[in-house]
């Protein structure tokens, strides 16, 4: 052991035997579970903090070799060591490795390389833990549960500024061609779904507008965040009833075959356009292909500029018009006709919903063309009679749900509209939240990541692609030095 660790390994045995002590001597006694469980976690993390610069000092000890000299050739010499602060789960580290120079070269430390130490201070274990947080809450909430548990003291600039960094690899995690070794993600029917959630933007106002806006003015305005999901899925038959009587909540009869669930379902959101989303999403479409799809289906609400963008982008998919807006439209002109709480309401509703179901769209177009030529019909009702007649005329190809039903295809985008409220809605509409662009993408992007279980996976790859961009790619990139730490304590 080098001599300048004795002292290190000299007081991490006494902390330890303090521990010892402190747990099975007179003292614990006396003690509560809950005084030693905390106790016992704020000295193991002092103990952490010991056993991380240990392992630093011990790496620093030996003089690497100078680094490979730059293509110029000139050889790099020996300087002196240089102080680095490695701020860690554990707390700031701090240590000396050795530095080496050369005529027109930036200075270089090969330790850096062999540790893979990011470029700024904080751990790349750090930075994945405060992401988690940050995924789920605001950045604040995060900030201080990482002080209350870790006792650590992030800024918030510092909490922005790594999400932004850390998201930098989503992209291309995603685009990363399948692993030929991995699983077959089983289902007959691919399916993609495209929507819009506003996410609220930071407006900068003028300063004679900061205190006071005028009537009618608001502090921020929603850009639209394009959601899209894919998954596969077995066929589910079902009659046109049993969808009925599922939408109007009734009773339903009892089922002998269960409904399936999406296979390996993935979400995304992107602030960055419709064309964008819907090229990403081709991508990923594409690489899902194989003997085992039989059926292709794309799922929108009644948006033509959506519709036409995914008919471009899925030529080979079925376009189906989500039920629920179809629905909802009905509900329209019940309430129109009928009133909001008549008691026909309903039935007038179930009715007309059946025959769409059943392949009697056109049916229900010419009944409500027929109904908003009654004279005693209002302007007001009149026109949300034609809404619905020209909206289900518009979207009449797309809505042969006796086929889809037939073929046991999901006719509904709720996978899409829970992405919505789940992905953007949950974490960016909290109270008092406004967003740059950058900043709301970042957070997208890793919570997408979070929701499709790939958490693991991507910060595996993210730090592969931070060791290539830092050091180059001739060098493996280690596991993070807090995991290297605990797993020798384990």
């Known amino acids: 052991m080098p001599s300048t660790s004795a002292p290190i390994v000299q007081q991490l045995r006494h902390d330890f035997e303090t521990l010892l002590t402190y747990v099975t001597g007179p003292e614990a006694g006396t003690q509560t579970a809950y005084t030693v469980e905390l106790t016992l976690f704020r000295q ?16 620093a000890t030996d003089r690497p070799a100078a680094p490979v000299p730059a293509a110029d050739r000139t050889p790099f010499t020996y300087h002196d060591c240089r102080p680095v602060t490695y701020y860690s789960i554990f707390g ?24 893979s130490l990011p470029h700024r201070c904080y751990s ?23 002080e209350r548990i870790l006792g650590c003291k992030l800024s918030l600039q510092a909490l922005e500024t790594g999400m932004m960094e850390d998201a930098a690899d989503v992209t291309a995690f995603y685009a990363q061609p399948p692993d030929p070794s991995a699983p077959v993600a089983l289902g007959p029917i691919l399916v993609v ?90 991508q990923r479409a594409t690489q899902r292909l194989g003997p085992q799809i039989q059926d292709r289906v794309a799922l929108t609400d009644g948006a033509e500029t959506l519709q036409a963008l995914v ?32 008691p026909a309401r309903k039935a007038w509703v179930r009715t007309r919903l059946e025959q769409v179901l059943s392949g009697a769209t ?15 019909l209002t302007a007001t009702h009149r026109k949300v009679v034609l809404k619905t007649a020209g909206y289900y005329q518009r979207n009449q190809l797309y809505m042969h749900y006796d086929a889809y039903l037939a073929r046991g295809w999901p006719i509904g985008t709720g996978v899409v509209e829970g992405a919505c409220g789940h992905l953007v809605k949950d974490r960016m509409e909290g109270a008092g939240m406004r967003w740059t662009v950058d900043g709301a993408q970042a957070v997208l992007d890793l919570r997408a990541v979070r929701l499709n279980d790939d958490w693991d996976a991507y910060w595996a790859y993210h730090r592969q692609q931070q060791h290539q961009r830092l050091y ?11 995991t290297q730490v605990l797993q020798l304590a384990a």
């Open 44 to 59: 193991l993390l002092a103990l952490g903090a010991a056993l991380l610069r240990l392992f630093f000092v011990t790496r």
């Open 193 to 282: 779904q495209a929507d819009g959630k506003g996410v609220p933007q930071a407006q900068s106002l003028p300063d004679t507008a900061r205190e006071r806006l005028g009537k009618g003015e608001k502090r921020s305005k929603k850009k639209e965040a394009t959601v899209t999901s894919l998954y596969s899925i077995a066929a589910y038959h079902r009659t046109p009833q049993d969808v009925v009587a599922a939408l109007m909540q009734e009773e339903l009869p009892l089922q002998v075959t269960p409904r399936p669930q999406p296979v390996a379902k993935e979400v995304h959101a992107t602030l960055g356009g419709k064309t964008s989303a819907l090229t990403q999403l081709k």
């Open 311 to 342: 008919q471009a982008h899925f030529p080979a998919h079925t376009l189906v018009l989500d039920i629920i807006h179809a629905t909802e439209y009905l509900w329209d002109v019940a309430t129109a006709l009928l009133g909001e709480t008549h």
């Open 472 to 482: 180059g790619a001739a060098a493996p990139v280690p596991q993070a030095v807090e």
């Open 92 to 115: 700031k580290v701090r240590f000396a490795r050795h530095y080496f120079t050369a005529p027109g070269q930036a200075g270089a430390c090969p330790l850096d390389a062999a540790l």
């Open 362 to 376: 056109a049916t229900v177009i010419a009944e409500l063309k027929a109904t908003a030529q009654d004279p005693e």
């Open 124 to 146: 790349a274990l750090l930075r994945e833990w405060a992401a988690f947080g940050t995924t789920d809450e605001s950045y604040r909430e995060s900030q201080t549960g990482l």
